[in-house]
């Protein structure tokens, strides 16, 4: 047994801790990998014919099944068990492994890469093998982080707040350890890019070995007595109907259902929930659940520009982008595990608040920076930003809301993914047209209407500038074009500190309301369902 104090007086030894750890880097090796292999026109897209969107959309196959999988195991994962999640994520992960070499093979026939009229049938069926894998893939993705996060919170019940901060340092040191890896490999991958879909296998073996004799904890939620119906009325039907319809949402993009059909199923599901838990839920938990949208917005909508952002000159000067996502990951890896010291002194809502005014400086400064050595002081700023988001919000669901149990931990992990897909992303990028828009129309009057085309998504339609018709224009006419809707999208992240700016306001009132109640504590729930 440990002994150490952070340890709830049953918590098993620390080793179940850096199995999930370890649990947790293998997700971010598999994003990473996948990202690499999708976003290279040397790998899949040349190997598989695929084009910009049939390549978008095959890692998108990986990212909504990774949301959704968090929520629905977080509503079954006491029933089932711990092991029995780790063990089925691991098989995701081989199912996966199995899928995409199967592709490989399928497009050489058993030796060289085929041609003609049999390349393009063998094609089929491989992006079909591919398709089905990536999701399998963010099955099991996210069923790691449906019993990781629960795990964790009990083992460390007295500050689960830092050692949530800890356990999430996995996911940029994966980020960390498999941009060195592919960069290291280098042409090695051109050659053979099976290399990738191996060194997902070295996590995930790891933690299979580590965790598959280790002895789970009972969930505080469990061991306190707190019924089911009780953790379900914690989130409550507004919780329910802001997760529910992402969720939805999502999968009605995914299947083509009307916005009718979304309407019916989303209705039939909340009075359902509704009728058995009776509760609209706590309010601090559906507060969090909103805080969470313009969090996932401003930590994971603004990634694709500021990375863009940042690889331009890394490019000049020659070097691979993929050390855009090491540096700025490799910020986030150290700050979290040196969390507690941090969180103590802050208190988590104090920590929160100082990470949005940090968010809303760096997101500012990047918006006017120029030259490698600004943009990443300005990027250094917002990633000390960002850091603390995503664990410590957690970490203040798990801490105020025990008898939510693994439901409001994850689902509020779940709201965050699919808002960044489905809202955040998208909202961004609207903006950030828009900004392109008014810039080339007062720059080069009468242009714009030439070179945009009119598209539409969730929120409305938008229009934006279209890279085929800039193409068609004279060659100078057209870098004119590119350089001034550039500069206009980076300009747009000034309008993003919205978002960080609406979570201060929300933390300070937090804080104030904790403070007129005697201070920030955590709840503790003890046996017999006493808090």
Known sequence: MSKNPDLSPEAPSMALFWGCFIALITTSFAFITRAFLVNDPDLWPADFGLDKV??????????????????AFSLIIDKIGYRVAMFISFGCYVAYAALALHAYSVIRGGGGMLEGEALEAARGQAYSSLYWGSIILGLGNGTVEAFINPVVATMFNRHKTKW??????????????????????????????????????????????????????????????????????????????????LVVKQLGVV??????????????????????????????IILLCL??????????????????????????????????????SAIMMVLRF??????????????????SLLAIIGLFLLSRSTGMFAIFAAATVYGLGKTFFWPTMLGVAAEQSPKGGALTLNALGGIGMLTAGVIGGPLIGEMQERSAETAIEQKMPGVYETVSREDSYFLGGYTAVDESKVAELPEERAAEVREVAKHAKQGALAKVTVFPAVMLICYLGMMAWFRMRGGYKPVELQEGHGA
């Open 255 to 284: 299947f083509g259902w009307s916005n009718a059909v979304v309407t019916i199923i989303l209705a039939v599901l909340l009075v359902a929930y509704g009728a058995y838990c009776r509760s609209a839920g706590r309010g601090i």
């Open 164 to 245: 949530l901060n800890i356990l999430h340092a996995g996911w940029p040191g994966g980020l960390v350890f498999g941009g060195l890896i592919t960069i290291g490999f280098g042409a090695k991958v051109a050659e053979d890019w099976r290399i990738l879909v191996y060194v997902l296998a070295a996590p995930a073996v790891v933690y299979l070995v580590m965790l598959a004799k280790s002895r789970f904890p009972l969930n505080e939620r469990v061991a306190s007595g707190t019924s089911y119906r009780e953790m379900l009325a914690e989130f409550g039907v507004i919780g329910a109907a802001i997760a529910g319809f």
């Open 54 to 71: 049939q390549a978008q959309e095959l890692f998108g196959a990986g990212v909504w099944p990774f949301a959704i999988s968090i929520i």
């Open 291 to 328: 805080i969470m949208v313009p969090l996932a917005t401003t930590e994971l909508g603004t990634d694709a520009a500021i990375t863009g952002i940042m690889e331009e000159p890394l490019k000049n000067a020659g070097r691979n982008p993929l050390w855009v996502l090491v540096y700025t």
């Open 338 to 355: 040196v969390a507690g010291p941090i969180v103590h002194r802050l208190t988590p809502l104090g920590l929160l608040a100082t990470c």
